[in-house]
């Protein structure tokens, strides 16, 4: 005799991991359909970002000075944004997963981190084709002869930092969507917040390392070490440095459980206050 | 006594009534306030109790249906069962796979097309990829649509839709199904579909919880029935009791909560103005309940702006949704009223009610037949309930005698128990007589 439902233990989002691929799948296709360039835009989005950037601080403005960036900079603000497109894509997809899924959350029942899950899935599969453009990408240099590429069995710790990633990702992305269910204002909040996020993430400008009390703070972010783990591990050639990465790593697991316990304990009361 | 389906154990469930919190903003000021305040008076009265202490079994492969009046809690029930809500006492238990179909298409995606919902929806109902392959012909051929399975479904007809719905949740093929009052839509041919699919799935022993306001069809399906009236359980025992009970409860919320019999949506230009609209029985006691072999008399009382010599009053009644079942003109019976100024009352008698049990609502409408303008048109807002006692089911109830033809000769064998003159199909309009 199976009990009920809601009173699966916390691993039961397990046993959904059919409906899981059915909802990251739906993302996908309603994120892709209408559009002429379909998924193309996984590339296009981080592409054409990394072109702004690139104009930006190497045209627009005279700002090499401040920028200590020993590789070309179109391949270092490319290697960020990809993984940070992904990190900010899942989460605003995040916030938004279980109010947007209001049908679902009040009228079928299946463990409610599929929704967050599903979000963070979808926008995986964005990264896996951006971040194949990053060979092309990285090849061009090399022929140009701006940048000596040097293949590494650095390149094989890449899953670990992918995998820290989404960790980190679905912890705070669950505690947004349920933060976002109970007040409207998180969505709004959120906005500003990522922005702000991404100029202190060394996405598309390095982080100052000159030890005031801002860039101890900034180092708190677990987000430098990681989107720093994938340009060494990708570009450089190299290990990511041990204490960034794991501090990074502390700060993903401890998130993903008490985001994943919170949402857990919450979960019931969705159906109600949404 | 092998174990229940499901068995729902002295269950309670709460709500909130008024707005949670929904922004930051309403959240720091009710903190506030509930620090001035010391936490005086939140409880209680800002909160109400959906269900109460409802207790009831399933046994397995049996069909149970769920009645009662509008916010008795029957989709909190469902809701409770389905997992959606978690009681706030007592023990909601379910053995089985369950499916739940609290609304028809949930799930459904309007961009995608019918082909990829199925594999969405069914996925979202618990079915794996390679059970909806095998049974994507039978979906697609229950719910008629074909031809475009491949369109997207925010162009299908809303026929389409549910029936596209109905069907996918109908071949999850559960060990529980609940169904939450989906087959009033489509058109009838659909809607007999559904009902031959869910008699299908309960012989074939899938545990059935049925909430329904089509007592036809949940006496047709489910042996049993729960009446449900705010928030408890009034009876729990064989369907056709249970009608008796639910129409009981039906008039209770009538008196307890009369309509707002003034009409508040005329128009000035209109001669007369609603006052009141009231059914009495023979004796002249006012009814809002009463057996369909009864006799009865609707009494229309009207405030005239100016008089009109000959005004045509007509009455009308419905069940829920449906056309009209009786309409009654006097203008066709031959027959005008001069009526003066100021109020005004019209009476109609019926001799019978020969309609089935059931909550049925009345319109009144005039005529000015000299200029012939509309001078009252009301919604159907006027609750009657009827109560067969448990005589028929379909939409009639009519007079009538069994009998067995042995070698030519008759010879009774039961006859209605009906005792007052015989009310034949057709009377209705023959006998009716307006004073």
Known sequence: ????????????????????????????????????????????????????????FTRAIDARSVLHVDMPYALFAYAGLVPWTFFSMSLSGCVNSLVANRNLVTKVYFPREVFPLSCVGSCLVDFGIAMSVLVGLMVFFHLRGDWAFVPSWALMFLPVVLLVQITLTVGVGMLLA???????????????????????SAVVVPVP??????????????????????RDCVI??????????????????????????????????????? | ????????????????????????????????????RRGAGSNGRDTFWALRDVDFSVAQGEAVGIIGPNGAGKSTVLKLLAGILRPDGGEVRVCGRLAALIEVGAGFHGDLTGRENIFLNGAIMGMSRAEIRRNLDAIVDFAG?????????????????????????????????????????????????????????????????FVTHNLDQMQSICRRAVV????????????????????????????????DMTAEDHEDVQAAELVNVRFVNAAGEELVWVRSRDEIRAEVTFRMRRPVSRLVVELNMRASVNENLISINSGRDGRTFDVAEGVQT???????????????????????????????????????????EGRATGVLCLEHEWTTLEKGAVRSVARSSVEPAAVRAGACCEDLHLQ
């Open chain 2, 145 to 209: 649509i074909e031809r475009f399975l491949d369109m997207p479904v925010k162009r299908y007809s809303s026929g389409m839709y549910a029936r596209l719905g109905f069907s996918i949740a109908s071949h999850v093929d559960p060990d529980v199904l609940l169904v939450d009052e989906v087959l009033s839509v489509g058109d009838a041919v659909f809607r007999l579909r559904c009902a031959d699919r869910m008699h299908e799935l309960v012989r074939r022993g899938t545990t059935l919880v």
């Open chain 1, 209 to 230: 390392r000159d030890g005031t009390w801002l860039a101890t703070l900034i180092s708190l972010n677990p987000l430098v070490p990681l989107i720093g783990a994938y």
């Open chain 1, 236 to 274: 450089y050639g190299r290990m990511p440095a041990a204490t960034g990465f794991v501090y990074a790593t502390v700060v993903a697991v401890i998130l993903l459980a008490g985001g994943w316990v919170c949402f857990r304990r919450a979960s019931y009361k969705f159906a109600e206050c949404i």
């Open chain 1, 178 to 200: 349920m933060a976002n269910l109970f007040y409207r204002d998180v969505r709004q909040i959120f906005g500003v917040v990522i922005q702000l996020w991404m100029f202190v």
């Open chain 2, 346 to 388: 019209v009476a109609l008698s019926l001799p019978a009610l020969p309609v089935s049990g059931g909550q049925y609502f009345w319109n009144v409408r005039m005529w000015d037949a000299n200029r012939g303008t509309t001078e009252l048109d009301t919604p159907f807002r006027f609750p009657l309930v009827v109560d067969d």
């Open chain 1, 1 to 56: 005799m199976r009990a009920l439902a809601t009173s699966g233990g916390p691993w039961e989002v397990l046993g959904y991991r059919e409906l899981l691929l059915s909802l990251t799948w739906r993302d996908l296709r309603v994120r892709y359909k209408q559009s002429l360039l379909g998924i193309a835009w996984a590339v296009l989005l981080p592409l054409s970002m990394m072109l702004v950037f690139t104009f930006v």
């Open chain 2, 228 to 259: 449900l009236d705010h928030g408890r359980t009034v009876f729990a025992g064989a369907s056709r009791e249970a009608v008796g009970h639910y129409l009981q409860a039906m008039s209770k919320a009538y008196t307890t909560q009369p309509t």
């Open chain 2, 1 to 36: 006594m092998s174990i229940p389906a499901v068995h729902f154990n002295e269950v309670s469930k709460r709500f909130r009534l008024g707005a949670t919190h929904d922004s930051l903003r309403d959240l720091l000021s009710s903190g506030v306030r509930r620090v001035f």
